[in-house]
């Protein structure tokens, strides 16, 4: 069983916004897989399905972004998963460009307090994510609001592709091919590429 958690918000104002694109790739892998995300449990959305052959939850946790670690932890600890193999944490990230991705298999937060919270409760940084690129704060923004603004119609398409390529990079996770995932997506992205 591996549990795949996006980060968000949950109220509809929320939908749509950079830091919510997390969400984005839990709705994406649940209609490709047909899997209903539309329990309440453990402080989230969750649904059950398989993907590939792999027993999957699919989560999208109702804490709100600054405290994914309270729905995080209460899932990991009911299903006794392995924080390092069974567990895959999707989350927004300003330091890539829009739609660019990065997988990691452990490492800090970043700045981002999703994943600061999930650290904390979990007691551990050794846990696999794809970081999905929103695009860096643009001088003199606060950066709540730069997060929780919505995609221009110029970025739009470019996270439709990078929804895409985070989906790809999740079926390798899930096939234990993280490594792979990061060859393959972890380089830059050049304009032309």
């Known amino acids: 069983m591996v549990i795949i958690a996006g980060l968000g918000n949950p109220k509809k104002e929320y939908d749509n916004t950079r830091h919510n694109i997390g969400f984005e790739l839990i709705d994406a892998l649940a ?115 730069y997060v929780l603004g919505h995609f221009s119609k110029e970025e739009r398409p470019l996270m439709k592709e990078g929804l895409l390529k985070a989906v790809k990079a999740a079926l390798m996770m899930l096939d234990d091919e993280t490594d792979r995932a990061m060859n393959e997506y972890n380089r830059k992205v050049s304009p032309q590429d």
């Open 31 to 145: 209609e490709k897989y047909h899997i209903s995300v539309m329990d309440i449990k453990h402080k989230a959305l969750v649904g059950r399905g398989m993907i590939e052959g792999h027993k999957v939850i699919l989560a999208k946790p109702l804490t709100f972004m600054n405290l994914s670690g309270e729905s995080i932890r209460a899932l990991a600890d009911y299903y006794k998963i392995d924080y390092e193999r069974e567990l895959i944490v999707v989350s927004d990230d300003i330091n890539l460009p829009p739609g660019q991705i990065r997988i990691r298999k452990s490492g800090s937060a970043g700045g981002h307090n999703g994943l600061k919270d999930i650290i904390r409760q979990l007691g551990s940084e050794n846990f696999q994510r794809i970081r999905i690129g929103v695009g860096e704060k643009p001088k003199g923004y606060d950066l709540a609001d």
